[in-house]
């Protein structure tokens, strides 16, 4: 069983910065796809940014430039770095882990998510 936790969100000003985090927990081996999703109210959840399983990063038009995805290891954590925020970009935030050999779609696991709030 996976469990995904994350962390770091919270309320900034258009312009300012956070850093997402989400802690992997169970036995994650092989092949997999790890990203952050976002969902905006009465919006669909959209794809933000993803670590394919060779660890090629793939990230959303709306976010290059700005949103940057890193994987710790060792620490069984997954960041996003959020740069130049802008009030657009006020969502919950959910990390979502697949097993396979391409990022689908449909992840299997999914966090609670943590909310970020941009203000302009």
């Known amino acids: 069983q996976v469990q995904l936790v994350e962390s770091g969100g919270g309320s900034v000003q258009a312009g300012g910065s956070l850093r997402l985090s989400c802690q992997v927990f169970?036995?994650?081996?092989?092949?997999?796809?790890i990203g952050w999703f976002h969902q905006a109210p009465g919006k669909e959840r959209e794809g933000v940014a993803f670590i394919d399983p060779y660890g090629s990063t793939r990230y959303a038009d709306s976010v290059k430039g700005r949103f940057t995805i890193s994987q710790d290891n060792a620490k069984n954590t997954l960041y996003l770095d959020m740069n130049s925020l802008k009030p657009e970009d006020t969502a919950m935030y959910y990390c979502a882990l697949d097993f396979g050999g391409y990022c689908s779609p449909h992840f299997a696991y999914w966090g609670q998510g943590t909310q970020v709030t941009v203000s302009s």
């Open positions: 169970g036995y994650v081996y092989g092949l997999y796809c």
